[in-house]
């Protein structure tokens, strides 16, 4: 091996090692909550740490984490073109549809009760969201991604992401005032 | 607003003007605590990240620096 390549091979794996093992763990989340499969969201991390390595010569380093939810994103693309043609529903009309339910009566408590219900009505709203929803909120609450990061990851603009997990928000929080546990809401 | 807020995606000055409205308004402060205990009970209740896949993930980057794959043309 040249001495050049050699070098080039060290000066890739010093960035490797500073730029993104450290940003695994989040990696590993984050791709858990797009896939919602253990096996998928080890796959594509998998995935993206070898292009992350094929494509360390071109990042400044600046923002890893950004960088490695790009290549993460257009893995996950590729992914899903290769298996499934989508065939999605759009989730605002399918939130609007799921709103428009009415709730059921409940009585209005002047404070919030936390305790086990609480976190069963939670959790219960939390997995009834549609999808799209669903994974916005995990994004930021659970992986704790800003809204950019989110919407990078999502590939869609920083708008959605805010709105999708505002009214996924409101949605579970309507539903702890419909089972009594939280005040019902009388404001925008 | 206020999940901005609770989100710390607000500016500066939003953030200031949130904070001192909440010294006051006490039905906004419940509404922001409702939202605080509602993102509490999803950590909770919602298994996050599987450890032993974490732990498998390391050991795959820990092979790539040790033995790094062939960079071509390709990549990302």
Not at chain 1, 32 to 50: F, G, K, N, Y
Not at chain 1, 154 to 160: D, I, K, N
Request: net charge neutral.
């Amino acid at each position: 091996m040249e001495p050049a390549e050699v070098a080039a091979n060290e000066a890739r794996r010093v960035a490797f090692a500073r730029y993104v093992v450290p940003e695994l763990e989040v990696l590993a989340r984050v791709a858990t909550s797009i896939t919602r499969r253990h096996a998928d969201a080890e796959d594509l991390v998998q995935d993206t740490l070898l292009r992350a390595y094929q494509g360390i010569d071109r990042f400044d380093g600046a923002h890893p984490r950004a960088w490695l939810l790009t290549i993460m994103r257009n893995a996950e693309v590729n992914r899903n073109r290769r298996r499934r043609p989508e065939l999605m529903t759009d989730p605002d009309t399918e939130l609007n549809r799921l709103a428009a339910r009415p709730d059921a009566p409940g009585h209005t408590p002047e404070e919030i009760v936390v305790g086990e219900q609480f976190d069963e009505v939670v959790a219960a709203a939390f997995f009834g969201l549609p999808d799209k929803f669903r994974q916005v909120l995990e994004l930021i609450d659970l992986d704790g991604l800003s809204y950019a990061e989110a919407a990078q990851i999502l590939g869609v603009p920083e708008g959605t992401v805010m709105s999708r997990a505002h009214r996924a928000r409101k949605r579970i929080r309507d539903r702890l005032g419909a089972a009594g546990l939280a005040p019902r809401r009388r404001m925008m | 607003m206020l999940q901005s807020y609770l989100d710390g995606e607000t500016d500066d000055v939003t953030t200031g003007r949130v904070a001192r409205h909440l010294e006051d308004c006490r039905r906004c402060g419940l509404e922001l605590s409702t939202y605080e205990a509602l993102k509490a009970a999803l950590l909770r209740r919602v298994p996050v990240v599987d450890e032993l896949a974490v732990e498998r993930l390391r050991s795959f980057a820990l092979r790539i620096v040790e033995s790094p794959p062939a960079v071509g043309s390709g990549g990302s």
